[in-house]
Nanobody, 120 residues
Framework: QVQLVESGGGLVQPGGSLRLSCAAS????????MGWYRQAPGKQRELVAT???????RYADSVKGRFAISGDYRLYTVDLQMNSLKPEDTAVYYC??????????????WGRGTQVTVSS
């Protein structure tokens, strides 16, 4: 079983910054992609940013140039630095990890989410 623990959410004013962190744990895992998704009230969950084990990154157009994702695949951690935050960035942010168990089966696991609120 894969556990993901997120931290770093909170309340920030427009233009401010926050850093989200996520750590994955579990036995006999091989993780090949980690990332962040978000879900605002009344909206579907959407991709924010992902990073693969070979450091390929992908960003939603709405966060390009403002957010930066980084990952450590030795420790299975992923961080999201969020700058120039806007009210429309307000959402619950979820960490995701995809990989393969030692049994060969694939998995896609989610954290419980952390609230980010951008408001004056």
């Amino acid at each position: 079983q894969v556990q993901l623990v997120e931290s770093g959410g909170g309340l920030v004013q427009p233009g401010g910054s926050l850093r989200l962190s996520c750590a994955a744990s579990g036995s006999a895992l091989s993780i090949y992609a980690m990332g962040w998704y978000r879900q605002a009230p009344g909206k579907q969950r959407e991709l924010v940013a992902t990073i693969s084990s070979d450091k390929i990154t992908r960003y939603a157009d709405s966060v390009k140039g403002r957010f930066a994702i980084s990952g450590d695949y030795r420790l299975y951690t992923v961080d999201l630095q969020m700058n120039s935050l806007k009210p429309e960035d307000t959402a619950v942010y979820y960490c995701n990890a995809e990989g393969r168990r030692i049994t060969g089966s694939l998995f896609s696991s989610w954290g419980r989410g952390t609230q980010v609120t951008v408001s004056s």
